[in-house]
Structures are given as structure tokens and as C-alpha cells.
């Protein structure tokens, strides 16, 4: 059974940093491309950033670039999101996803909440 779990989330003031996790189970992991994307009350789902199945290509969307880090360890399955100077706008539900050609896989979400 594929699961992507993700896990770290919460409230955060202005500022303030938080580290999202992802763990994989029931696929390969190690083959598959990593994805975090975000949706914020009202809006469309947001690509936040992209790692490669080695980790050695790594892709920011413009809003998050210079304070976010994606991250992958392939022997422990598991996928990570380093969030700093975290900033209201950055208030919505997190996901990861997995992808490998049609394949695409989706966690259940975290909630990230920015506020003072």
C-alpha cells in the first residue's frame, strides 16, 4: 500500500521556521522525483519545490526561493521541507508528492500556520 505521511507542521510566528517531513512507504522511493506544493484557504494548489530521485537536481518556486530547502534521504524514505523567515503568506497546508512518469502520489497534508 503506497503512503506518503507527512508530518511537522503547526503555528509559527512571523519569522519563525519549521521543518516538514514526508515519509514513503509501499513504492520505490528512491525512483521517484519528490514534490512539496501548498494550498492556501481560497487559492489553487502551489508548487512550493522539486528534488530529483538522486537529489542532485533541486527546483524553488520564486515565493518560497532563499528560505525554503528541500531535502530527500533515500535510505530512510523519507523527504523533508526546511522552512525559515516563514511569512504569513505562507499560511496553508503542505503536501508532498511523488512522481514518476503518470505516477503521482499525494500525502494527506500539513497544516503551516504564520501568524503573530
Known amino acids: 500500500q503506497v503512503q506518503l505521511v507527512e508530518s511537522g507542521g503547526g503555528l509559527v510566528q512571523p519569522g519563525g521556521s519549521l521543518r516538514l517531513s514526508c515519509a514513503a512507504s509501499?513504492?520505490?522511493?528512491?525512483?521517484?522525483?519528490m514534490r512539496w506544493y501548498r494550498q492556501a484557504p481560497g487559492k489553487e494548489r502551489e508548487w512550493v519545490a522539486t528534488?530529483?530521485?538522486?537529489?542532485?537536481?533541486?527546483r524553488y518556486g520564486d515565493s518560497v526561493k532563499g528560505r525554503f530547502t528541500i531535502s530527500r534521504d533515500n535510505a530512510k524514505k523519507t523527504a523533508s521541507l526546511q522552512m525559515n523567515s516563514l511569512k504569513p503568506e505562507d499560511t496553508a497546508v503542505y503536501y508532498c508528492?511523488?512522481?514518476?512518469?503518470?505516477?503521482?502520489?499525494w500525502g494527506q497534508g500539513t497544516q503551516v500556520t504564520v501568524s503573530s
Open positions: 528534488i530529483s530521485n538522486l537529489g542532485d537536481s533541486i
Open positions: 508528492n511523488a512522481e514518476l512518469g503518470r505516477n503521482h502520489f
Open positions: 509501499g513504492f520505490t522511493f528512491s525512483v521517484y522525483a
